[in-house]
């Protein structure tokens, strides 16, 4: 069965300061896995996804993330937080089934 | 519209009673997804139609929830009896192709359920 794990569920940075959003899977062949970023009262979007071509994915708004096989990783990067970023970050994994699976989710909050 | 469509936005009702809640995809998306969100929890999959069938209906948590998709288009949630535990944010979601290996769903605001 495939799983995500959000190893944090509340960052706070600065604004200017990298951001970075950890989240490992579980899945029993290669997996495709998503970020998808939730702001307040506002749709689900997709901010990136990784489907087994290159492992360092570029999403929207300057946002990263890299698959580490060996490492059971897909960890979400930016490099200088702006206040816009703060909202509900979840790591998705897809199951063979054809459903989305969304981890815990993980509230970023940016301080000025 | 250009985005998926969810109504009502907010819904309070009494336990035992019924509710609807409606989800109007993107035109032309025939893949359309149904998720619940608990608070402080991540979106938990309900249920998946391809067209009118229901390819997926293994997360409808027991027999009061039952969705359709008449027309391919429209769909409806439809929970009998409702009971407190049912208060969640109800999403729904489309895709123009099945949208697994793209991951790229589209997401309405949701339908917040309060069961009093």
């Known amino acids: 069965a495939q799983s995500v794990t959000q190893l944090d569920s509340h960052v706070s940075v600065s604004e200017g300061t990298p951001v970075l959003l950890r989240c490992n899977y579980s899945?029993?062949?290669?997996?495709?896995l998503f970020w998808y970023v939730q702001h307040p009262n506002k749709g689900l979007q997709l901010l990136l996804k990784?489907?087994?071509?290159?492992?360092l994915v570029k999403g929207i708004n300057g946002f990263e993330a890299e698959f580490k096989k060996s490492e059971t990783s897909f960890h979400l990067t930016k490099p200088s937080a702006h206040m816009s970023d703060a909202a509900e970050y979840f790591c998705?994994?897809?199951?063979?089934?054809?459903?989305?699976?969304f981890g815990q989710g993980t509230e970023l909050s940016v301080k000025p | 519209g250009a985005g998926v469509s969810q109504t009502p936005s907010n819904k309070v009702t009494e336990k035992g009673k019924y509710v609807e809640l409606r989800c109007d995809p993107i035109?032309?998306?025939?893949?359309l997804y149904w998720y619940r969100q608990s608070l402080g929890q991540g979106p938990e999959f309900l249920i998946y139609?391809?067209?009118?069938?229901?390819?997926?209906d293994s997360g409808l948590p027991n027999d009061r929830f039952f969705a359709v998709r008449p027309e391919g288009s429209v769909s409806t949630l439809k929970i009998q009896r409702t009971e407190r535990g049912d208060s969640a944010v109800y999403l729904c979601?489309?895709?123009?192709?099945?949208?697994?290996?793209?991951?790229?769903?589209?997401f309405g605001e949701g339908s917040r359920l309060t069961v009093l």
């Open positions: 139609f391809q067209g009118t069938g229901a390819a997926d």
């Open positions: 998705v994994v897809s199951s063979q089934g054809g459903k989305l699976i």
């Open positions: 899945s029993s062949y290669s997996p495709s």
């Open positions: 035109s032309g998306h025939t893949a």
């Open positions: 990784y489907t087994s071509a290159a492992t």
């Open positions: 979601a489309s895709s123009l192709i099945r949208g697994t290996n793209t991951g790229e769903l589209f």
